[in-house]
C-alpha cells in the first residue's frame, strides 16, 4: 500500500523551514553541541541536537509540553501546506514517544518529602502544576489538533521509538479501506532530557565523546548517537502529483535497540534493488557493520548511504515521519546529503557518502530503531 505526500512541516535541530534544513543537511551540518535544555555537564552524555527557540505562546500551555505544542504547530502548517481543512474525513495519526515522567517537574516535589508521606503536600506536592497529570497524556496533543484542527475523521494515537513509523502505516492503511480522504500524521519525541539521558547513557548507547572527538555513525571507531529531538507533520492522500510513501514497523523483543533480523525483515517488506539508504545511524561499530550487510543484500552492494540521524541527532518517535519529508525532497532535487561528521567510512558494503553528491536514482528507504527492540522503515519513491 503506498499514499502520497501532499504537505509536510517540522521543527528539528537544524530548522523549521524546509529548504533551510536540506541546505544544512547537504552542507554536512551537525546539530551535535552542548545540552541547551540544561546543564548536563555530570551526565556521561553532555552534547545533545535540541530545537532552538520555543513554541509560539499558546493557550495550550496549561496541557501541553514544550514538544507537545510544537506538535500541533506542525500539524496545522503541514495541512495548509496542503490545502487542506478539517473535516469528517480527514484522519489524525500520532506518534509519540512514550509515557515518561518529567524530573524536573518531580524532582522539587519529592526531594523534601518523609518516608512516612506526612505533610506530603506541604513537603512539595504543592508544586505540581494543576494539570500535570493532564500534561502527561499520551493523546493530548493529538485531541487538541484535532479539535483545534477539525480533523474529525479515523485516527490513533501510538506510543514508542518507532511510533511515527506505526502512525503512518496506520494512515495509509486507512486511505487504502477508504475510511479516509486524508490522512494528518504527525510525530514528536526528545531524547535530550534528564530521564532519557539517564536510560541511554545507562545501555551505552550515546556517545559519551565531546563535540570536539565526536565520532560519526558508519566510522570504524564509532561509539554512539548523539540525542535528539523533533516535530514533523506530514499529510498523505491516496492519489495526487507528489511523493509515493510506504511504511512500515516492527519489534524483536530486545532490550535496547533492535538486532540485524529485524533490520533485514523490515528491509525485506519494503526496500527494492538500487534503492538508497538512509541509515538507521546508532554509530555502533557492530550494529552499524550489520545494518549495512542487511541492506546490500536487497538494495546492492554499491547503493549510496546516507544518514539523516547523524545530523539531527536520533530523534525517537518523530524519525520516520521527518526521513519521509526530507527524502521526498532530496529526492525531487537529485541530491544526496553526506553521513554529518563522516571522514572515513569503515570497510563494507554500500557507499556512505562523505560529502553531498548528485543522484539519478528514485527511491529510497529510511531505517530508524530504538528501545527496546523497535523499527521502522519507509520507502519514498518519485511518481
Given amino acids: 500500500m503506498k499514499a502520497v505526500l501532499a504537505g509536510r512541516a517540522w521543527r528539528t535541530p537544524l530548522g523549521s523551514g524546509i529548504d533551510a534544513v536540506i541546505a544544512r543537511l547537504l552542507a554536512g551540518d551537525r546539530a551535535a553541541s552542548p545540552n541547551a535544555r540544561f546543564d548536563a555537564t555530570s551526565y556521561a552524555c553532555t552534547l545533545a541536537a535540541s530545537i532552538a527557540g520555543e513554541p509560539a505562546a499558546s493557550r495550550n500551555a496549561r496541557f501541553l509540553r514544550r514538544m507537545g505544542l510544537f506538535a500541533v504547530e506542525v500539524a496545522a502548517e503541514a495541512l495548509a501546506d496542503a490545502g487542506v481543512r478539517g473535516s469528517d474525513r480527514v484522519g489524525l495519526f500520532f506518534g509519540y514517544g ?12 519529592f526531594e523534601h518529602q518523609a518516608p512516612s508521606g506526612d505533610g506530603a503536600w506541604e513537603r512539595g506536592l504543592t508544586l505540581l502544576h494543576p494539570f500535570w497529570m493532564l500534561q502527561h497524556l499520551s493523546n493530548n496533543a493529538h485531541a487538541i489538533a484535532a479539535q483545534e484542527l477539525g480533523a474529525r475523521g479515523e485516527g490513533a494515537t501510538y506510543g514508542g521509538a518507532n511510533a511515527g513509523a506505526q502512525a503512518l502505516s496506520a494512515a495509509i492503511r486507512a486511505l487504502a479501506a477508504g475510511s479516509v480522504d486524508t490522512a494528518l500524521v504527525v510525530g514528536y519525541d526528545s531524547l535530550v532530557e534528564p530521564e532519557t539521558l539517564i536510560e541511554l547513557a545507562a545501555r551505552g548507547a550515546c556517545s559519551a565523546q565531546g563535540a570536539d572527538r565526536l565520532t560519526a555513525p558508519y566510522a570504524a571507531d564509532a561509539c554512539g548517537f548523539v540525542p535528539g529531538e523533533a516535530a514533523a507533520a506530514l499529510v498523505l492522500r491516496r492519489e495526487g502529483d507528489g511523493a509515493l510513501v510506504q511504511a512500515a514497523d516492527g519489534a ?4 535496547g535497540e533492535p538486532g540485524v533480523e529485524l533490520a533485514a525483515r523490515l528491509l525485506a517488506l519494503l526496500a527494492q534493488a538500487g534503492d538508497i539508504v538512509d541509515g538507521a545511524g546508532l554509530a555502533r561499530a557492530d550494529n552499524d557493520a550489520a545494518e549495512r550487510r542487511a541492506a546490500a543484500q536487497i538494495v546492492g552492494a554499491d547503493a549510496p548511504l546516507c544518514c539523516i540521524m547523524s545530523a539531527m541527532g536520533q ?6 515521519i521527518v526521513q519521509t519529508i526530507a527524502l521526498a525532497e532530496l529526492l525531487r532535487r537529485q541530491e544526496l546529503p553526506p553521513v554529518a561528521g563522516l571522514n572515513t567510512a569503515a570497510p563494507g558494503p554500500l557507499h556512505p557518502l562523505v560529502r553531498a553528491q548528485a543522484t539519478a536514482r528514485r527511491a529510497a528507504v529510511g531505517l530508524a530503531f530504538g528501545a527496546p527492540g523497535l523499527g521502522g522503515i519507509v520507502r519514498v519513491a518519485l511518481p
Fill in 252 to 255: 524483536d523483543g530486545a532490550r
Fill in 98 to 109: 512514550g509515557l515518561r515522567a518529567h524530573w524536573n517537574d518531580l524532582m522539587p516535589a
Fill in 315 to 320: 530523534i525517537g518517535a518523530a524519525s520516520s
